[in-house]
């Protein structure tokens, strides 16, 4: 008696664990996000994307400045990515300045550990003044301490991007 109460358990275990895995199968399907079996960061994320027509940052910055936004699509390297769940990531513009790149409406993130590889982001660009508690928000996602944090204390004039979908590329 006491073994069928035991097998019933782990059956009861292994088909809970089994519902729980393809809940959160589901809920990655329903975001668009796409997860390739083998669980690699290379891959596409949100929206599809056609990869012609792609521009350099220095390009986008360029129409930015004369036009106050960029909609297309521009290659580069992330440069750094929210660490509590992969929400942004940043690239380096010529100017030396980082772009705080964000996903449309919170439907698709990218893997934490994404730093360092090529991207081509399509999306819109625009100047904005982004407010302090943001610039903190962002800081506390990123891993900063809270001394650094307590430092930022002016907001930011800088460009941003919302990105309707993402390839991270293989490494060179």
Not at 42 to 58: H, K, T
Not at 108 to 121: E, N
């Amino acid at each position: 008696m006491k073994n069928s109460h035991l097998v019933i358990l782990a059956l009861g275990v292994a088909l809970t664990t089994a519902c729980q895995n393809q809940k959160s199968e589901t809920v990655l399907a329903e975001v668009g996000t796409e997860v390739s079996a083998s669980d690699s960061i290379p891959g596409g994320y949100g929206a599809s994307l056609d990869v012609s027509g792609v521009v350099s940052p220095a390009e986008m910055v360029l129409v930015v400045e004369k036009e106050g936004n960029f909609e297309g699509k521009i290659s580069g390297e992330i440069k750094e990515v929210c660490t509590k769940k992969g929400c942004w990531l940043t690239m380096e513009l010529p100017n030396g300045e980082n772009m705080r790149v964000t996903f449309k409406d919170y439907e698709f993130f990218v893997p934490t550990t994404s730093q360092g590889y090529p991207i081509i982001l399509e999306g819109i660009a625009v100047l904005t003044e982004t407010d302090v508690e943001t610039l903190r928000h962002y800081a506390e996602d990123g891993g900063m301490s809270k001394e650094e944090v307590a430092k930022i204390t002016e907001p930011k004039r800088e460009i941003t991007f919302e990105a309707v979908g993402v390839v991270i590329k293989d490494k060179a």
